[in-house]
Nanobody, 121 residues
Framework: QVQLVESGGGLVQAGGSLRLSCAAPGRTFSNYAVAWFRQAPGKEREFVAVVSRSGSTIYADSVKGRFTISRDNAKNTVYLQMASLKFDATAVYYC???????????????WGRGTQVTVSS
């Protein structure tokens, strides 16, 4: 189990940008693949993006070209840069870490508590 702490959520206008951070205090984050998922009210948790230990990435089709996941192993932090935000991006965003690269929530070993992103008009 890895303790994960998300930050950077908030209220943003449609079309705007936001950067989320996922930190793993006291851990060697470079040993893990890290993914972002999101969960809107009444919906299942859905995959957003994942970055492998080597830095390769996979994105959900719905965010491809607008979101960028990256990692700074020196800071034990993974980022999710979100641009051109749409109303349907409103959700709680969770980061998850694991030993394998996955797009499935069931395969994530550790989760943070999430950070709320709200896109307004």
């Amino acid at each position: 189990q890895v303790q994960l702490v998300e930050s950077g959520g908030g209220l943003v206008q449609a079309g705007g940008s936001l950067r989320l951070s996922c930190a793993a205090p006291g851990r060697t984050f470079s040993n893990y693949a890290v993914a972002w998922f999101r969960q809107a009210p009444g919906k299942e948790r859905e995959f957003v993006a994942v970055v492998s230990r080597s830095g390769s990435t996979i994105y959900a089709d719905s965010v491809k070209g607008r979101f960028t996941i990256s990692r700074d192993n020196a800071k034990n932090t993974v980022y999710l840069q979100m641009a051109s935000l749409k109303f349907d991006a409103t959700a709680v965003y969770y980061c998850g870490a694991g030993s394998v690269v996955t797009i499935w929530a069931s395969e994530i070993g550790s989760w943070g508590r999430g950070t709320q992103v709200t896109v307004s008009s």
